[in-house]
């Protein structure tokens, strides 16, 4: 005769597998019943890796309707428990901030429980880090305007991660460049914060050619005036490193230097800290169209 707690765990085990199956065939009446027959509703936890009904549902077919309606069911005494984490860290909130048409999902979300929006997950990404990984600029932006009222000081905490990551890093090496010049243009802040690697978003941007494709193009340069357009002085050339010219050279991006050229020429002053001119670093790095069109130039 089976023990009492082994009951338990086989009918727990039958109710997950049950709910897992609803949840990935869409079958949103059937995961609906299961929930009502469970005692954290919605907030059940139903994967290896703790997700709750409502961390799967926010990526099955139809999840909006599915989300809401699951939020709308959610007994009082639970709402306490929408800041639940899996074992990842991930919130509720970030699980839906990959999901396109899921605005409504988030809006309902943070009315019910504001703190998800400063809640990150092991690395202290928030919900606008994901947004931002995965390109969703509509949600970004709705998360941001939650924002909007802080200062600069009090966004940092939303914006950077616990290892100095900004949301605009992550745009870029995600490759999300309509994202990354909003973002650019929205908290000017962000553009010269330096990553672990002391890599600022412009020097970043310098090594992505296709940055600078199509409308993205004047956009990126001008937002990199400051940085370079201008030799600066002695005590600022030694704080430059690696500028984005230089690093452009480096990795023989040949448009992305002529751009920065074609915009600031006097950035072809720019050394690193290592003394190294652009034709230094083009011969170092055998960058041979870069080398001749550098060489070409009137003040060369």
């Given amino acids: 005769m089976m023990s009492s707690s082994t009951e338990d765990v086989d009918t727990k085990h039958r109710i997950n597998g049950a709910l ?3 949840l990935i065939a869409g079958d949103k009446e059937k995961t609906l019943e299961l929930c009502r027959k469970v005692s954290d509703h919605a907030l059940h936890r139903i994967t290896v890796d703790d997700d709750t009904v409502l961390h799967m549902a926010t990526y099955a077919k139809e999840a909006t309707d599915l989300v809401l309606k699951l939020l709308d069911e959610l007994p009082e005494h639970h709402l306490d428990k929408l800041t639940r984490q899996n074992t990842l860290g991930n919130t509720i909130l970030r699980e839906a901030a990959t999901n396109i048409n899921a605005i409504p999902i988030a809006e309902k979300l943070l009315q019910e429980a504001p703190g998800l929006l400063g809640m990150g997950n092991r690395n202290g990404e928030t919900a606008l880090f994901r947004a931002a990984r995965y ?5 970004f932006k709705s998360l941001a305007s939650k924002i909007t009222q802080y200062d600069q000081v009090s966004q940092q905490f939303y914006l950077q991660s616990s290892d100095k990551t900004t949301v605009l890093r992550t745009s870029i090496i995600s490759q999300h460049f309509e994202l990354a010049w909003y973002i650019a243009d929205e908290y000017r802040q962000l553009i010269d914060e330096k990553d672990m690697d002391r890599m600022t978003a412009l020097q970043l941007l310098a090594c992505e050619p296709s940055a600078f494709k199509n409308d993205h193009e004047d956009r990126f340069i001008n937002l990199g005036e400051a940085d370079w357009s201008s030799a600066g002085t002695q005590e600022q050339k030694a704080n430059i490193g690696e500028t ?3 690093l452009a050279t480096e990795s023989g ?4 230097m002529k751009e920065m050229l074609r915009a600031y020429p006097q950035a072809v002053e720019h050394v690193d800290d290592d003394g190294r001119n652009i034709l230094h670093v083009a011969i170092k ?3 041979l169209k870069i080398f001749e069109y550098v060489k070409a130039c009137p003040k060369v």
């Fill in 20 to 22: 897992y199956s609803s």
């Fill in 135 to 139: 390109g969703n600029t509509a949600m």
């Fill in 244 to 246: 984005p010219l230089i």
């Fill in 253 to 256: 991006c040949v448009e992305i």
């Fill in 285 to 287: 790095y055998r960058q």
